[in-house]
């Protein structure tokens, strides 16, 4: 069955330390979300892709938070320098083309982030 | 400004009863609903969806109700069963864009 794939599953990191998260959307999705997950909190849009291009990135805190789809494909969301508050699980999900009604976003195990 | 809200963190129910899971939202511009179920330590997974021009939409135990004119929806699972203890998080797209705007998750506890 096709999936989202993130890696890695869990990294715990020092604050003021750069890190990187990897996305590899299911086969055919243009569109890419990355959303952080606060303990206790719902899903936050970070940042959506369709195909290689950000269509919305207007929740990303862009001093230190970075994120790239260079082939319309995977995807890497990165932090430099990480602090304290980022600690969250980072979700992946993708959705197909033109999707919205009657489709959904395939979400991906999600990469726990601990910083210390 | 959460647009999409769950005011019972926790919900406890007895086997084999029904559980209903309730979310309210703010944006009339949001035409389409999803719940999602999440497992610890995973990401979440779709479970049902509807959009505004039903009331109601069933798949098997699981039922969502949508009151628009109230912008209040509702999962009910019936019967309830101790797999489906999870967090259930209820999630809106506006009627402009393909994002999905999330509750704060109600977590579901099913006891046997």
């Known amino acids: 069955e096709a999936e989202v794939a993130q890696s890695p599953r869990y990294k715990i990191t020092e604050k003021s330390q750069a890190v990187a998260f990897w996305c590899d959307p299911i086969?055919?999705?243009?569109?890419l979300y990355w959303y952080r997950q606060i303990l206790g909190q719902g899903p936050e849009l970070l940042v959506q892709?369709?195909?290689?291009?950000?269509?919305?990135d207007s929740q990303l805190p862009k001093d230190r938070f970075s994120a790239e789809r260079l082939k319309g494909v995977d995807s890497t969301l990165k932090i430099q320098p990480a602090e304290l508050g980022d600690s969250a699980m980072y979700l992946c999900?993708?959705?197909?083309?033109?999707?919205?009604?009657?489709?959904?976003?395939?979400f991906g195990q999600g990469t726990r982030l601990t910083v210390v | 400004d959460q647009q999409v809200k769950q005011n019972s963190p926790s919900l406890s129910v007895q086997e084999g009863r029904i559980s209903i899971l309730n979310c309210d939202y703010t944006?009339?511009?949001?035409?389409?609903f999803l719940w999602y179920k999440k497992y610890p330590a995973e990401g979440p997974t779709f479970l049902i969806s509807?959009?505004?021009?039903?009331d109601k939409n069933e798949d098997g135990r699981f039922t969502v109700f949508l009151n628009k004119s109230a912008k209040h929806l509702s999962l009910h699972i019936v019967p309830s069963q101790p797999g489906d203890s999870a967090v259930y998080f209820c999630?809106?797209?506006?009627?402009?864009?393909?994002?999905?705007?999330f509750g704060t998750g109600t977590s579901l506890t099913v006891i046997p």
């Open positions: 999900a993708s959705m197909v083309r033109g999707g919205r009604m009657n489709t959904e976003a395939f």
């Open positions: 086969s055919g999705h243009a569109t």
């Open positions: 892709f369709q195909d290689e291009s950000v269509v919305d």
């Open positions: 944006n009339s511009m949001f035409d389409y």
């Open positions: 509807i959009s505004s021009i039903k």
């Open positions: 999630a809106a797209s506006p009627s402009t864009g393909n994002q999905f705007y």
